[in-house]
């Protein structure tokens, strides 16, 4: 659909209007490729005048992105950050200085890259992506930590030339997109790396197309293990890189096995930026401490103990299964379980099956969701067990399987809430409105 079908909001129209318009003013949702993103920043002059991480990934992308705003905030440093995709709110997507993004300061940047476009057709992402990059370059910021959307080298994200890129972990997601082997996906998201920068790659056994192509464009390759690593105790852990050591450090506040790989990461690009971005010892220390990031091993307060966690593939499923394994015991473990059917979800479910008794799948929106049923009739055909102890059983959507685990789970047992950003943002929304509901 092209936009003289769709009527054009303007800056004073309410954000919801202009996402859905946004929504329908390509003809699909996702259409890989920088020429008509390069073609409109060109047109707005984006300047992005500070330095530039950019950070992709198969899993740990958000958490990465989190603790490096989270430790140059601390340092005084005035930074931007842009994630994707949201859970409850657009504006999550957009940081400046701590502060999330609000619906005026959103909707005047998309009425400029709309304008600016004339009849270039963006895709939702593009267009949103110009506009967050828009707000960061009329606010003078130091720094600007960019998480890529999908992949590396067609993502919109990689208009932006990187001072240090990082890529985080290499697994297979989005295969329709990116392929389907680690070598393939691997060199999609080497593509954020540039000639002669800082590239950090926290995944402990990366894969050769993604060394090959950072050693061919003259990238100067930091990789876990031989340039940076880190190690730990049970109450304390330090970093060691190519020059520098930050010793005896408090566990970061974000919870699970492989924060520490994260963390490292995002400790060695500043080790690589510190000319150019000095960072005190104790900034990282009281940056680590405050990081937040929701939906990631995300442990609510109370009982029943509730998990919130967005993976949905393989790689994801086995650190949420060993994260799980950790925690002591609990008599039951019922999952509300929502997934997108373009994933993979038996790779996902064989990871996970011998920690949870109970099975609540809950039916997510959109065209990609799988229907309660359909994803239960998947857990049967898998031999997930029925029986005194254990079930499967469907909703309509993940609100409904919340609000019936609450009424089944005991004190003393855990709910864990996964599968999809959508399976836990419904979650987050049902205990919204429940919450209000409360106090109406």
């Given at each position: 659909?092209?936009?003289?079908?769709?009527?054009?909001?303007?800056?004073?129209?309410?954000?919801?209007?202009?996402?859905?318009?946004?929504?329908?003013?390509?003809?699909?949702?996702?259409?890989?490729?920088?020429?008509?993103?390069?073609?409109?920043?060109?047109?707005?002059?984006?300047?992005?005048?500070?330095?530039?991480?950019?950070?992709?990934?198969?899993?740990?992308?958000?958490?990465?992105?989190?603790?490096?705003?989270?430790?140059?905030?601390?340092?005084?440093?005035?930074?931007?950050?842009?994630?994707?995709?949201?859970?409850?709110?657009?504006?999550?997507?957009?940081?400046?200085?701590?502060?999330?993004?609000?619906?005026?300061?959103?909707?005047?940047?998309?009425?400029?890259?709309?304008?600016?476009?004339?009849?270039?057709?963006?895709?939702?992402?593009?267009?949103?992506?110009?506009?967050?990059?828009?707000?960061?370059?009329?606010?003078?910021?130091?720094?600007?930590?960019?998480?890529?959307?999908?992949?590396?080298?067609?993502?919109?994200?990689?208009?932006?030339?990187?001072?240090?890129?990082?890529?985080?972990?290499?697994?297979?997601?989005?295969?329709?997109?990116?392929?389907?082997?680690?070598?393939?996906?691997?060199?999609?998201?080497?593509?954020?790396?540039?000639?002669?920068?800082?590239?950090?790659?926290?995944?402990?056994?990366?894969?050769?197309?993604?060394?090959?192509?950072?050693?061919?464009i003259g990238a100067d390759l930091w990789r876990f293990g031989r340039d940076y690593n880190?190690?730990?105790?049970?109450?304390?852990?330090?970093?060691?890189?190519?020059?520098?050591?930050?010793?005896?450090?408090?566990?970061?506040?974000?919870?699970?096995?492989?924060?520490?790989?994260?963390?490292?990461?995002?400790?060695?690009?500043?080790?690589?930026?510190?000319?150019?971005?000095?960072?005190?010892?104790?900034?990282?220390?009281?940056?680590?401490?405050?990081?937040?990031?929701?939906?990631?091993?995300?442990?609510?307060?109370?009982?029943?103990?509730?998990?919130?966690?967005?993976?949905?593939?393989?790689?994801?499923?086995?650190?949420?299964?060993?994260?799980?394994?950790?925690?002591?015991?609990?008599?039951?473990?019922?999952?509300?379980?929502?997934?997108?059917?373009?994933?993979?979800?038996?790779?996902?479910?064989?990871?996970?099956?011998?920690?949870?008794?109970?099975?609540?799948?809950?039916?997510?929106?959109?065209?990609?969701?799988?229907?309660?049923?359909?994803?239960?009739?998947?857990?049967?055909?898998?031999?997930?067990?029925?029986?005194?102890?254990?079930?499967?059983?469907?909703?309509?959507?993940?609100?409904?399987?919340?609000?019936?685990?609450?009424?089944?789970?005991?004190?003393?047992?855990?709910?864990?809430?996964?599968?999809?950003?959508?399976?836990?943002?419904?979650?987050?929304?049902?205990?919204?409105?429940?919450?209000?509901?409360?106090?109406?």
């Amino acid at each position: 659909m092209s936009s003289s079908s769709t009527s054009r909001p303007d800056a004073s129209s309410p954000l919801s209007t202009w996402l859905s318009y946004l929504e329908s003013i390509h003809s699909r949702p996702i259409d890989m490729g920088l020429d008509r993103v390069r073609q409109v920043a060109d047109r707005l002059d984006l300047k992005l005048d500070c330095i530039r991480v950019v950070v992709g990934g198969t899993n740990g992308k958000g958490s990465t992105c989190a603790t490096l705003e989270s430790i140059l905030l601390c340092a005084g440093y005035k930074v931007g950050l842009y994630t994707s995709p949201h859970l409850l709110d657009f504006n999550e997507r957009a940081r400046v200085n701590g502060e999330i993004a609000t619906d005026a300061q959103l909707t005047e940047q998309f009425a400029a890259v709309d304008a600016a476009r004339g009849d270039v057709s963006l895709t939702y992402f593009e267009l949103t992506t110009l506009a967050i990059l828009r707000l960061f370059d009329q606010h003078d910021l130091d720094v600007v930590v960019l998480e890529v959307g999908l992949g590396g080298r067609l993502d919109a994200v990689n208009i932006v030339d990187a001072d240090c890129a990082i890529v985080t972990s290499v697994d297979l997601d989005h295969m329709d997109y990116l392929g389907d082997t680690r070598e393939q996906i691997g060199f999609e998201k080497a593509h954020i790396f540039r000639p002669g920068k800082p590239a950090i790659c926290a995944d402990p056994v990366p894969p050769e197309t993604l060394v090959e192509y950072a050693q061919s464009i003259g990238a100067d390759l930091w990789r876990f293990g031989r340039d940076y690593n880190y190690s730990g105790d049970k109450q304390q852990w330090s970093y060691g890189g190519r020059n520098q050591r930050r010793n005896a450090m408090a566990y970061p506040a974000l919870r699970g096995a492989n924060q520490l790989l994260n963390a490292a990461a995002a400790l060695a690009a500043l080790e690589a930026l510190r000319d150019r971005l000095p960072v005190p010892q104790q900034a990282v220390r009281l940056g680590l401490l405050q990081v937040q990031l929701p939906g990631r091993f995300q442990i609510l307060p109370g009982q029943p103990t509730v998990i919130l966690d967005v993976a949905h593939n393989p790689h994801a499923a086995a650190v949420l299964a060993d994260n799980l394994g950790n925690m002591g015991f609990h008599p039951y473990t019922y999952a509300v379980f929502g997934m997108l059917g373009d994933k993979d979800i038996d790779g996902v479910v064989e990871k996970l099956k011998g920690r949870i008794d109970h099975w609540l799948c809950a039916g997510l929106p959109g065209p990609r969701g799988l229907t309660g049923e359909a994803l239960a009739e998947r857990l049967r055909a898998l031999g997930v067990p029925e029986g005194k102890d254990n079930s499967i059983t469907a909703y309509n959507n993940p609100g409904d399987a919340y609000a019936a685990v609450e009424a089944r789970a005991g004190e003393g047992d855990r709910i864990l809430v996964f599968g999809s950003f959508l399976t836990v943002a419904g979650v987050l929304s049902y205990q919204r409105e429940a919450k209000a509901a409360r106090h109406a």
